[in-house]
């Protein structure tokens, strides 16, 4: 039997479902490896013309504009100088020494003190690739020189290290903010709680492991005459500290907006850095040229972002996914489209990074998650929440590819991959204490 199918009913169905063949399309080309962002502006030019024709080209020009004079968004390459400074200035290996001397006394101590210094650098930082870097340097081969398990201390510093991803201020929450529409000020706020409650569920863990497990989470006997006093703790645990209260304090007071205390940060990390003795103009050059990289590679992908949400609205793609999570939610509520909705998020996290999901998925699914009645702010921190395992999750997890580049000898990949099991398992019990208990969210607010 042979089925004749006309040729304008196969144009009419390619354009009636041309978003789902544009997402088909984009998703393939980088699996297949392409750069995100000229995967984005190519994808996007291309089904553009078919959806729009040449007019494509005179709505495009707005929306990037749009984009380029958005002063919230001027708070990301000041927060990226801020951490970059901090990272070159050797904060970092003060404060991890004087804290595993702090805590080396109990089991498990060292990997404790990772996770408060990766907490303190996220809270300072709030970039992941120079977190994990430096702490994979200088955290792992003294884990591994005191006897601990090699699995245990590379997901140790791998979890610790993406803790800015949702620590405040966070460039992340900066950038969904800014997507969704919910203050950058309430996100930081709301942040707060969660961020605290999954520092205290890998604190936990490692003080049950290493109980339970005494040899591969030893005691640690310092080969120093200097003990960590009062007066060394506080020295080590001033500059961040009084840098993070600087920033969001400015903030949560309404002092200064997100983007004020960004400058903030960038101004005080540059004066903690000169105080610390590593300022030098070689250095500021360096800085410099990082934060140029990282922000043109952060507003490229924001621009293909774009382009691509252009395009994909203006063909009905998001009339399409309102109508399959309408009729989602119409069978089983909307805490049972917020599920799947998490772990749609969850399960891409495997394959795309954080700035591909936030720049793709999250302009398409907010939208319809508010319409649906979902707390926007709770929303937010949920998908932050979420993109930070994202990082831990194999086979395109970031950080496990940031460790691997700077891991010492003897360290092999599945070591990296074995121990960051149990911190993405405590990641997805942090995300559904989160999920049940929106009241986490609002603890501050």
Known sequence: MTVLVKTGDVSLMFHEFLPIWMFIALTALLMAGFPVAFTLLGT???FGL????WGFFNLLPLRIWGIMTNGTLLAVPLFIFM?????RSGLAEQLLETMGMLFGRIRGGLAVSVVLVGALLGASTGIVGATVVTMGLLAVPTMLKHGYKTELACGTVTAAGTMGQIIPPSIVLILIGDIVGVPVGDLFLGAVMPSFVLV????IYILVYGRLYPSSAPLVSWETKEKAGL?????????????????????????????????????????????????????????????????????I?????????????????????????????????????????MLFIFVIGFFLDFIEITFIHVPVLAPVMI????????????????????????????????????????????????????????????LLLVFFFPGIVRFFL
């Open 50 to 53: 078919v959806g729009f024709g």
């Open 371 to 430: 319409d649906l009645g979902i707390d926007p702010l709770w929303l937010c921190i949920l998908i932050a929440v979420n993109l930070q395992t994202s990082f831990l999750t194999p086979p395109f997890g970031f950080s496990l590819f940031y460790l691997r580049a700077v891991a010492p000898p003897g360290v092999s990949t599945a070591h990296i991959y074995k121990g960051i099991i149990p911190f993405v398992m405590l990641q997805i019990v942090g």
């Open 83 to 87: 951490g970059v400074m901090l990272e």
């Open 301 to 341: 992908v924001l621009v293909g972002a774009a382009a691509f949400g252009l395009v994909f609205r203006g063909t009905g793609g998001d009339t399409l996914v309102r109508q399959a999570l309408g009729a989602l939610s119409d069978g089983l509520g909307p805490w049972a489209v917020m599920a799947v909705v």
């Open 44 to 46: 996007s030019l291309c």
């Open 231 to 299: 007066g060394k703790v506080f020295r080590a645990l001033f500059p961040p500290l009084f840098l993070m209260i600087a920033v969001l304090g400015s903030i949560f007071v309404g002092i200064a907006s997100p983007t004020e205390a960004a400058a903030v940060g960038a101004v005080g990390a540059t004066f903690l850095a000169m105080a610390h003795g590593g300022f030098s103009l070689k250095m500021v050059d360096e800085v410099a040229r990082s934060t140029m990289q990282l922000t043109s590679m952060v507003f």
């Open 200 to 203: 205290s569920l890998y604190i």
